[in-house]
């Protein structure tokens, strides 16, 4: 019984059961009959059973009834059969389980009382008929010398020390025509009181706490550790009053003391009359059953906290205050069966340890462990475990489950599965076990604590069987099993949840499903407690089924129920290095393309849409880098998918990076984390060709006699190896000028050729090398310019020197050697994506986003950004491609609805009200706005009312060149459309989606604009940086370059230095440190606004003073 209260009495399931008592002095023959109330229930659940009770082989009453079944009959008993013993049957026969609880006895009887041999108490009375005065003279009385008789009449509230003559007593009787009850009792019985100060803490008066925390005063040091963890705890804190069991007993026992009815009144006063009302209540202590330890017998030294219920449930704290069958608990309990300060610390170490997690991986992981003593019951748990196992695996937890279950081979689980042991150590949310079990006794392969190495991993546990939630035995193990795991220092579990009783498949199999749905479906994230509750909610929604009740409320929950299972909130999708591989590892600079395998995970809730994986492929030595962006859709824990990425133009031999960014465009909702959603691996390109050492690329030297110096990709071993090198001042090395060197002999890791000539100022040399026994397009080549003077550094002048760089909105080759604007394409898109708490909106132009935050709808509640159905609409300037209206809350579009709309507009809330026509209208405006040819972006929401919009709507459709299909659009359908100002109707893209779905379209457009960019090599690391200039020429009056100077930081970073400065002047570079800034990038901006000419780059310099030659 869970809700039993010590004193109540208990029973035994035994069929028939008889109990024998010895009465006190019975004496037949005074009255015809005695009496004999008892307490009696069934254990069955079910069936028709004739019930007997008896008494000293007297059949006093018998019953047919329908199991379960309770009785409190009172029996009527001839005093012949008056007797000692005094035994008392009680049976049942009948069909299903019988078994039977006979709680207590109560014996009414004539009793033959005997003053002083055994009874140091005598009732009687005297009649006074005459109202004269009168004495009762009482002979025979056993009171030896020295010993006194003492009388009271409580109805008159008359006390009499009565008198002794001659072996007769006196008592004296008023003169008053009345009955007088008397208590005659032995003077040497009485006892004197003993007065003991109260310990009162005024619990009473108490402004109250989120926690109410019960414990000895023995514990006070880790139960104010406990107080100062919670109260400062960054995440979840909660403020905590400390009650002492003593001060407890003295205030609200009521004169009892060590019985839990203290707390339980405790717990009732603090709900209704604290200010602030406790949340949770945690019970700081072991305990033990008061029904376990002899009348006044000695409590053991480890009983801290009494239990409440009939075996352990401390459920009866918290629930039926009044006796009214209110059983839903009112707040949680939770347990700490510490003994000592030092258990209760290291349970406090791990809280901390626990609540400080940042979601590892083993969070969306469980173990199950299956029992049966046959094939029947086997198969019986497993139901129950599949059961558990779908919720846990499916939305939104997606966890995964390993599986064992016991079968006459041993415990078995899928092939590939880890041992029990691997898994326990790895980490688990959650251990269930199901099968046979007692205190210390396991049907599975579940042992102690010190046999896993759970380092950190603290699991909840629970274990479906009998009595391993029994922890308040008394015996040399005064903590079994469930304790003994939830103490243990840095390992075990955090919480341990197991019926204390007896248990059956059924019930159990159903609560814990229940709790499954709570912690892993409906609630993720919810403090255990809580869940516990609302799992008694569920399990009872009109009314308490008894033995339900009983398989739930005899589930005491051991551990902090505050605390909610530490799994994700929130999708976290996950890669790291490990997750990326290049195949073959090591290219070779002559392949055409390599592969790329990509696998990510969800450590976190489902996903609901899909999202892009951007995968950025970069060339150290160049720095030039290339992304490709990938649709991945949603998925269950483990995705992956491989690629082939081709071979980038120029050299690409030497370290390369790939990093893949996973959710490229933050399209999943409130992710958990976004720190680990991209990774960077480097990998190495192998080349036939050598490696150009000196001069660097496109160097400014000062010394006219040089020795061009090179190496091979091979830097691992020193062998051997033969260069040819050539030179010219013609970059196709066709001029009369070429020298050559023949084979030059030197190793893997230097060659070098002396020039057999002085440099001429000014002029820029094309130089390349090869290795012996390479073909001749296998030539690496460089540049160089000598320049007489102090100054060295980095250029570039002559024409073909500028063919490597990179170019954007511009074209420029040979032999022409002539920048010119090209036509760009610009590719225009539009999104609604779904979530079951609300829909993201975006708008981006070429993947960059434009759209704002307060374009997406968001949870119920948050009066936050587009909240109502309405249409986006977003108009782009022909020619720049640039939004052509800006709205401070919504970015690159602007909404309308046709009712009232909540848009965030910091600092404060504006309302804006509409009505249909007056949308309509304003829809109108923005395109009537736009300049004939703008691209314009349409997005109806999910929700709108197009039945009800007017006629106006389709003059916005047809001017943008789409069909009127949208104005037959449901509530439940959205759509997008992107078309132009001015375009035939139906040339605009249409796409029509439900509302539970995602809806996107995107259009790509073509221009030419008057406008590109050209962006340099990496300029490498020097000692220092000195200047940087450029000049060019204009072929019309409106044309300007302008020129940036970008700073690479060491940690991949860029800033940048100067931003689109015009060519007069040198730019100072003094002020940058190259442990700052260890590469430098120039990009010019090549724009005209008249002739649309492109104007023409002459040189452009960076100057610094490099490494000593060679070094």
């Given at each position: 019984?869970?809700?039993?209260?010590?004193?109540?009495?208990?029973?035994?399931?035994?069929?028939?059961?008889?109990?024998?008592?010895?009465?006190?002095?019975?004496?037949?023959?005074?009255?015809?009959?005695?009496?004999?109330?008892?307490?009696?229930?069934?254990?069955?659940?079910?069936?028709?059973?004739?019930?007997?009770?008896?008494?000293?082989?007297?059949?006093?009453?018998?019953?047919?009834?329908?199991?379960?079944?309770?009785?409190?009959?009172?029996?009527?008993?001839?005093?012949?059969?008056?007797?000692?013993?005094?035994?008392?049957?009680?049976?049942?026969?009948?069909?299903?389980?019988?078994?039977e609880f006979l709680h207590y006895v109560t014996v009414t009887y004539p009793r033959e009382a005997v003053l002083g041999t055994g009874d140091t108490v005598l009732l009687g009375g005297v009649v006074n008929t005459t109202g004269a005065?009168?004495?009762?003279?009482?002979?025979?009385?056993?009171?030896?010398?020295?010993?006194?008789?003492?009388?009271?009449?409580?109805?008159?509230?008359?006390?009499?020390?009565?008198?002794?003559?001659?072996?007769?007593?006196?008592?004296?009787?008023?003169?008053?025509?009345?009955?007088?009850?008397?208590?005659?009792?032995?003077?040497?019985?009485?006892?004197?009181?003993?007065?003991?100060?109260?310990?009162?803490?005024?619990?009473?008066?108490?402004?109250?706490?989120?926690?109410?925390?019960?414990?000895?005063?023995?514990?006070?040091?880790?139960?104010?550790?406990?107080?100062?963890?919670?109260?400062?705890?960054?995440?979840?804190?909660?403020?905590?009053?400390?009650?002492?069991?003593?001060?407890?007993?003295?205030?609200?026992?009521?004169?009892?003391?060590?019985?839990?009815?203290?707390?339980?009144?405790?717990?009732?006063?603090?709900?209704?009359?604290?200010?602030?009302?406790?949340?949770?209540?945690?019970?700081?202590?072991?305990?033990?059953?008061?029904?376990?330890?002899?009348?006044?017998?000695?409590?053991?030294?480890?009983?801290?906290?009494?239990?409440?219920?009939?075996?352990?449930?401390?459920?009866?704290?918290?629930?039926?205050?009044?006796?009214?069958?209110?059983?839903?608990?009112?707040?949680?309990?939770?347990?700490?069966?510490?003994?000592?300060?030092?258990?209760?610390?290291?349970?406090?170490?791990?809280?901390?340890?626990?609540?400080?997690?940042?979601?590892?991986?083993?969070?969306?992981?469980?173990?199950?462990?299956?029992?049966?003593?046959?094939?029947?019951?086997?198969?019986?748990?497993?139901?129950?475990?599949?059961?558990?196992?779908?919720?846990?695996?499916?939305?939104?937890?997606?966890?995964?489950?390993?599986?064992?279950?016991?079968?006459?081979?041993?415990?078995?689980?899928?092939?590939?599965?880890?041992?029990?042991?691997?898994?326990?150590?790895?980490?688990?949310?959650?251990?269930?076990?199901?099968?046979?079990?007692?205190?210390?006794?396991?049907?599975?392969?579940?042992?102690?604590?010190?046999?896993?190495?759970?380092?950190?991993?603290?699991?909840?546990?629970?274990?479906?069987?009998?009595?391993?939630?029994?922890?308040?035995?008394?015996?040399?193990?005064?903590?079994?099993?469930?304790?003994?795991?939830?103490?243990?220092?840095?390992?075990?579990?955090?919480?341990?949840?197991?019926?204390?009783?007896?248990?059956?498949?059924?019930?159990?199999?159903?609560?814990?499903?229940?709790?499954?749905?709570?912690?892993?479906?409906?609630?993720?994230?919810?403090?255990?407690?809580?869940?516990?509750?609302?799992?008694?909610?569920?399990?009872?929604?009109?009314?308490?089924?008894?033995?339900?009740?009983?398989?739930?409320?005899?589930?005491?929950?051991?551990?902090?129920?505050?605390?909610?299972?530490?799994?994700?909130?929130?999708?976290?999708?996950?890669?790291?290095?490990?997750?990326?591989?290049?195949?073959?590892?090591?290219?070779?600079?002559?392949?055409?393309?390599?592969?790329?395998?990509?696998?990510?995970?969800?450590?976190?809730?489902?996903?609901?849409?899909?999202?892009?994986?951007?995968?950025?492929?970069?060339?150290?030595?160049?720095?030039?880098?290339?992304?490709?962006?990938?649709?991945?859709?949603?998925?269950?824990?483990?995705?992956?998918?491989?690629?082939?990425?081709?071979?980038?133009?120029?050299?690409?031999?030497?370290?390369?990076?790939?990093?893949?960014?996973?959710?490229?465009?933050?399209e999943v909702i409130d992710e958990l984390r976004e720190d680990n959603n991209q990774t960077r691996i480097e990998f190495f390109v192998r080349s036939a060709r050598p490696l150009p050492l000196y001069p660097w690329p496109f160097a400014?030297?000062?010394?006219?006699?040089?020795?061009?110096?090179?190496?091979?990709?091979?830097?691992?071993?020193?062998?051997?190896?033969?260069?040819?090198?050539?030179?010219?001042?013609?970059?196709?090395?066709?001029?009369?000028?070429?020298?050559?060197?023949?084979?030059?002999?030197?190793?893997?890791?230097?060659?070098?050729?002396?020039?057999?000539?002085?440099?001429?100022?000014?002029?820029?040399?094309?130089?390349?090398?090869?290795?012996?026994?390479?073909?001749?397009?296998?030539?690496?080549?460089?540049?160089?310019?000598?320049?007489?003077?102090?100054?060295?550094?980095?250029?570039?002048?002559?024409?073909?020197?500028?063919?490597?760089?990179?170019?954007?909105?511009?074209?420029?080759?040979?032999?022409?050697?002539?920048?010119?604007?090209?036509?760009?394409?610009?590719?225009?898109?539009?999104?609604?994506?779904?979530?079951?708490?609300?829909?993201?909106?975006?708008?981006?132009?070429?993947?960059?986003?434009?759209?704002?935050?307060?374009?997406?709808?968001?949870?119920?509640?948050?009066?936050?950004?587009?909240?109502?159905?309405?249409?986006?609409?977003?108009?782009?300037?022909?020619?720049?491609?640039?939004?052509?209206?800006?709205?401070?809350?919504?970015?690159?579009?602007?909404?309308?609805?046709?009712?009232?709309?909540?848009?965030?507009?910091?600092?404060?809330?504006?309302?804006?009200?509409?009505?249909?026509?007056?949308?309509?209208?304003?829809?109108?405006?923005?395109?009537?706005?736009?300049?004939?040819?703008?691209?314009?972006?349409?997005?109806?929401?999910?929700?709108?009312?197009?039945?009800?919009?007017?006629?106006?709507?389709?003059?916005?459709?047809?001017?943008?060149?789409?069909?009127?299909?949208?104005?037959?659009?449901?509530?439940?359908?959205?759509?997008?459309?992107?078309?132009?100002?001015?375009?035939?109707?139906?040339?605009?893209?249409?796409?029509?989606?439900?509302?539970?779905?995602s809806c996107a379209a995107q259009q790509d457009f073509s221009v030419s604009l008057p406008l590109g960019w050209m962006l340099s090599p990496r300029i490498a690391r020097p000692v220092a940086w000195e200047d940087a200039f450029f000049?060019?020429?204009?072929?019309?009056?409106?044309?300007?370059?302008?020129?940036?100077?970008?700073?690479?930081?060491?940690?991949?970073?860029?800033?940048?230095?100067?931003?689109?400065?015009?060519?007069?002047?040198?730019?100072?570079?003094?002020?940058?440190?190259?442990?700052?800034?260890?590469?430098?990038?120039?990009?010019?901006?090549?724009?005209?606004?008249?002739?649309?000419?492109?104007?023409?780059?002459?040189?452009?310099?960076?100057?610094?003073?490099?490494?000593?030659?060679?070094?």
């Open positions: 019984n869970p809700l039993y209260i010590a004193g109540e009495g208990r029973g035994a399931g035994v069929n028939p059961l008889s109990r024998s008592y010895t009465l006190p002095a019975p004496k037949a023959g005074v009255s015809p009959m005695f009496f004999v109330e008892l307490s009696h229930a069934a254990l069955s659940i079910s069936g028709s059973f004739t019930l007997e009770w008896k008494v000293n082989g007297f059949s006093a009453a018998t019953a047919t009834i329908t199991a379960p079944y309770y009785f409190r009959p009172r029996l009527s008993v001839p005093t012949t059969f008056l007797s000692n013993p005094l035994t008392v049957q009680v049976s049942a026969s009948g069909g299903g389980y019988r078994g005065p009168l004495a009762l003279v009482l002979a025979g009385v056993p009171i030896g010398g020295g010993d006194s008789l003492l009388v009271y009449d409580l109805r008159h509230r008359l006390r009499w020390k009565a008198v002794s003559s001659g072996g007769l007593w006196y008592v004296p009787i008023p003169a008053i025509r009345d009955t007088f009850p008397l208590l005659l009792v032995r003077g040497a019985s009485v006892q004197t009181p003993v007065v003991e100060p109260a310990i009162l803490e005024n619990y009473s008066g108490a402004a109250g706490a989120d926690i109410l925390l019960v414990t000895h005063r023995s514990l006070a040091a880790s139960a104010q550790a406990y107080k100062q963890y919670r109260e400062t705890h960054p995440t979840n804190p909660h403020s905590v009053l400390i009650a002492y069991t003593d001060a407890i007993y003295d205030e609200f026992g009521w004169g009892r003391v060590n019985h839990p009815l203290a707390i339980r009144n405790l717990v009732r006063w603090a709900l209704d009359r604290w200010p602030i009302k406790p949340k949770y209540l945690l019970l700081w202590g072991d305990g033990v059953g008061l029904f376990r330890v002899a009348y006044n017998g000695a409590l053991p030294a480890y009983h801290k906290v009494p239990v409440f219920g009939v075996p352990a449930s401390d459920w009866g704290y918290v629930s039926d205050f009044y006796g009214d069958g209110r059983l839903i608990p009112e707040i949680p309990v939770g347990r700490v069966t510490a003994q000592t300060d030092a258990q209760g610390l290291a349970y406090i170490d791990k809280l901390r340890t626990y609540e400080a997690m940042q979601n590892p991986s083993w969070l969306k992981w469980a173990l199950h462990l299956g029992g049966g003593s046959d094939a029947i019951e086997q198969a019986l748990i497993g139901a129950q475990l599949v059961a558990c196992q779908q919720i846990f695996e499916g939305n939104p937890y997606q966890g995964q489950v390993i599986y064992y279950q016991k079968r006459s081979g041993g415990m078995q689980a899928p092939p590939g599965s880890p041992s029990i042991k691997e898994r326990v150590d790895s980490g688990v949310v959650v251990i269930q076990t199901f099968g046979h079990t007692g205190a210390e006794i396991f049907d599975v392969s579940f042992y102690e604590p010190v046999d896993y190495d759970n380092w950190g991993k603290y699991p909840l546990v629970i274990v479906n069987g009998c009595y391993q939630g029994n922890f308040d035995e008394v015996g040399s193990l005064s903590q079994i099993h469930s304790e003994r795991f939830l103490l243990a220092p840095g390992r075990g579990c955090l919480w341990y949840l197991s019926l204390s009783g007896s248990g059956f498949i059924g019930p159990l199999g159903n609560q814990t499903r229940k709790m499954y749905e709570v912690w892993f479906r409906d609630s993720v994230g919810r403090p255990v407690g809580d869940g516990l509750v609302e799992v008694f909610r569920r399990l009872f929604p009109t009314g308490v089924s008894p033995f339900e009740y009983y398989h739930m409320a005899g589930q005491p929950l051991l551990g902090d129920p505050c605390v909610a299972l530490a799994g994700p909130r929130y999708p976290d999708l996950a890669i790291g290095p490990g997750d990326v591989e290049v195949q073959p590892a090591e290219p070779t600079a002559e392949q055409g393309s390599f592969r790329l395998r990509v696998r990510y995970r969800n450590l976190g809730l489902a996903v609901a849409d899909s999202f892009w994986v951007q995968v950025t492929h970069r060339i150290v030595g160049t720095g030039q880098q290339f992304s490709y962006l990938y649709r991945r859709a949603p998925f269950v824990r483990v995705d992956s998918f491989e690629v082939v990425l081709p071979a980038p133009p120029g050299e690409w031999a030497g370290p390369n990076e790939i990093t893949v960014f996973v959710d490229a465009y933050n400014v030297i000062n010394k006219d006699s040089i020795a061009l110096i090179a190496a091979t990709y091979n830097q691992s071993l020193v062998a051997p190896q033969g260069y040819y090198f050539e030179i010219d001042t013609s970059y196709r090395f066709d001029s009369p000028f070429l020298r050559r060197s023949g084979l030059v002999q030197g190793t893997t890791t230097f060659g070098q050729w002396t020039l057999p000539f002085r440099l001429q100022d000014s002029v820029v040399y094309y130089w390349r090398v090869r290795l012996e026994g390479s073909g001749p397009q296998e030539w690496a080549t460089q540049s160089f310019q000598y320049i007489a003077g102090p100054r060295e550094g980095w250029g570039q002048s002559a024409r073909p020197q500028f063919l490597e760089n990179e170019l954007r909105g511009l074209t420029y080759s040979a032999p022409a050697f002539t920048w010119n604007f090209t036509a760009v394409r610009v590719r225009l898109e539009a999104r609604d994506t779904y979530t079951p708490v609300g829909s993201r909106r975006f708008l981006m132009r070429d993947g960059v986003l434009l759209s704002e935050e307060a374009s997406h709808t968001l949870p119920a509640g948050w009066w936050d950004g587009a909240r109502q159905p309405g249409v986006f609409i977003a108009p782009f300037d022909p020619t720049t491609f640039e939004p052509l209206e800006r709205d401070p809350v919504f970015g690159g579009w602007r909404f309308f609805c046709s009712s009232f709309c909540y848009q965030r507009w910091e600092p404060a809330y504006y309302q804006v009200t509409m009505s249909a026509e007056a949308m309509a209208e304003s829809l109108l405006a923005v395109v009537g706005r736009a300049p004939v040819g703008a691209p314009v972006v349409l997005l109806f929401t999910a929700g709108h009312s197009a039945q009800n919009w007017p006629a106006r709507m389709a003059q916005v459709l047809s001017q943008i060149g789409a069909t009127a299909t949208a104005l037959s659009l449901t509530p439940r359908q959205k759509a997008v459309l992107i078309g132009r100002k001015g375009a035939v109707p139906g040339t605009a893209v249409e796409v029509f989606c439900a509302d539970t779905l000049a060019y020429t204009a072929l019309s009056s409106g044309d300007t370059l302008t020129l940036s100077i970008y700073g690479l930081r060491a940690d991949g970073g860029v800033d940048t230095l100067y931003r689109q400065v015009p060519q007069q002047g040198v730019y100072d570079l003094r002020p940058y440190n190259t442990t700052a800034y260890t590469d430098l990038r120039l990009e010019g901006r090549f724009q005209d606004r008249m002739g649309w000419t492109a104007p023409q780059l002459r040189y452009w310099y960076v100057l610094f003073r490099p490494f000593p030659d060679i070094a």
